[in-house]
């Protein structure tokens, strides 16, 4: 932290520590914590200090990294995945997105999976979760939400492909998402941000104070990925996070005013955390004690207060005004709701929940065991596995770390020190993540933390600059700052797994349900995928059907008349790791990916009359140029 950022943050007449206590504090304090990056650069002497924490995150070429890391890619809509510690950006998983290279978003393949949300081109990624059993990662899924088209999103890790994708009806912006870790992923959780009348057919776009508002929490079952129930709540929802007895999830609601201006957003000192209990949830539905909502059979549950009375399976914890980041410990002990507007981090225990909906406190503020001051803007927290938890200061562009019972002993009136250090990191830190922190297995290695602000850490690039993921070594007593990774806009989000939790397929099964319904259509019309080349013409439809082995098509050319709908099925008969190929029709907007073992299969109008190259996109073969053919379309009569 240098003076001048001090200065800067004491011009608006406020004390470093605790201003954001007791006054309405308005969007003007975060943006004067924006004004103020740029101020603080590392000394000579931390930099030698780090030299032997870099040393141990070079990975040299052809050296394989230790961990997967599963970054959302923010308002890209993709996902991306990164080793770690190299930070090397390994894959871009197109989900929400439309993609060039692949043709997400123009396949057969990948309309099927997008469904009737196809037709939406972009999303906005945050939180990645990956499947676990017993509180480990299982390698299976990773799931991701869309806060921009309320979706949510399944990617296969054996593949690194989205197959499923879910719209989540009656709510507005899916922000976070989190999933059950005990005994397995069956559920995942996903929270409507904001709050939005019910009917919203727009009867009472004249009269909206009359129509009633709120936003839900929505449970997805991992498998089929449908929406298995949605519970009503007071405020609104940010953050979630779940235990690891698979029983309580929990969200901030920066919004318990439910305003729709941002000074009504900040008017409550306390805003809270929102508190699930799954089986009771789960009985209720099974006891049919639930409603419908017109346009959806999703079960619905009131999980709001009545008269100030709680539900049997929600209940609101007051925290300070306007948190963000919910997180567990990974020893699944504690709770996490961080305070944003507040410098504070509440800390509940998740052993006195049963008796908090068993209804034996007085008040709901008997589960908080901690609530130590950090600094200024503390959005999300992660845990090292050793007892120590770190959390990012936005606005002092920090990241502390403190301990957790320390910091609990503190709460019970005694006098230590929890805070074991704090860094500057460059600037303005969202999340952050220790290496298996979401687990049981949390190892205390590495630390990312995703910064909003790279400003004077790259090289720039006009106005709009790259974010900057920054990697710490966390193994010893004190954070070291060992990489500044610049990242596209805009990770929120990582999960950090261990490479041998993850085991990936080399080449495609022939049968992968991935590209199911062109089998089935080969199937239909009689073609051999692993032989054949044909053209069907079935009206004005043609179905061509092609193998690639490198470097050519099995089809050098092919002819349509002007205006058939052309479906163009792809198999790559190529075996050798590696060996993708790819199909694209010039002048088109025709282009797709076919990895080894790979159907891919694409549709379109030939529009134009006359001789149309298509070739492969993939530099397969030091043939690869030659590895075109001819659409020919013959005019109309
Ligand atoms: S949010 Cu982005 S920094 Cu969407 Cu998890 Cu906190
Ligand atoms: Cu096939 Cu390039
Ligand atoms: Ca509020």
Sequence with gaps: MSDKKITEVEKTGLSRRGFLGATAVTGATLAAGAATVGTSMMSRETLAATDKSALKAHVGPAELDEYYGVWSGGQSGEVRIVGLPSMRELMRIPVFNRCSATGWGHTNESKAILGKSAHLENGDTHHPQASM????????????????????????????????????????????????????????????????????????????????????????????????????????????????????????????????????????????????????????????????????????????????????????????????????????????????????????????????????????????????ELGLGPLHTTFDGRGNAYSSLFIDSQVVKWNIEDAIRHYNGEDVNYIRQKVDVHYQPGHLKASLAETRDADGKWLVVLSKFSKDRFLPTGPLRAENDQLFDISGEEMKLVHDGPAFAEPHDI???????????????????????????????????????????????????????????????????????????VTNLDQIEDLSHGFCVVNHGVSMEISPRQTSSITFIASKPGSHYYYCTWFCHALHMEMAGRMLVRPKA
């Design 133 to 372: 059993t017993d509180g480990r990662y299982d390698g299976r899924y990773a799931f991701i939400q869309d806060k921009a088209n309320t979706r949510v999103a399944r990617i296969r890790l054996d593949v690194m492909k989205c197959d499923k994708v879910t719209t989540i009806p009656h709510v507005q912006a899916i922000h976070g998402l989190h999933l059950q870790r005990v005994p397995s992923t069956k559920l995942v959780f996903a929270c409507g941000e904001f709050i939005a009348p019910y009917p919203n057919d727009g009867k009472l776009i004249d009269k909206l104070d009359e129509a009633e508002h709120f936003t839900m929490y929505s449970a997805l079952d991992a498998e089929t990925m449908e929406v298995a129930w949605q519970v009503i709540v007071d405020g609104n929802l940010d953050n979630t996070s779940t235990c690891f007895s698979g029983k309580y999830a929990v969200a901030t609601c920066y919004n318990s005013e439910m305003a729709f201006d941002l000074a009504g957003q900040m008017r409550n000192e306390r805003d809270w955390l929102t508190i699930f209990n799954i089986p009771r949830i789960e009985e209720e539905v099974k006891a049919g004690r639930f409603i419908t909502l017109a346009d959806s059979k999703v079960p619905v549950l009131d999980g709001r207060k009545k008269n100030g009375k709680n539900t049997t399976f929600t209940r609101y914890v007051p925290v300070p005004k306007n948190p963000h980041g919910a997180h567990t410990s990974p020893d699944g002990k504690y709770f996490f709701a961080n305070g944003k507007l507040s410098p504070t981090v509440t800390v509940i225990a998740i052993d006195r929940l049963d008796d908090l909906f068993n209804d034996k406190f007085a008040d709901e503020r008997e589960v908080v065991v901690a609530e130590p």
């Design 495 to 569: 999960v950090i797994i261990r490479r041998d939790q993850i085991q990936t397929k080399r080449v495609w099964d022939r049968d992968d349900p991935f590209f199911a319904g062109a089998l089935a259509q080969a199937k239909a019309d009689g073609v051999n995928l692993e032989s054949e080349n044909k053209v069907i013409r079935d009206g004005n439809k043609v179905r061509v059907y092609m193998t690639s082995i490198a470097p050519a098509f099995g089809l050098s050319e092919f002819s349509v008349n002007e205006g058939d709908e052309v479906t163009v099925t």
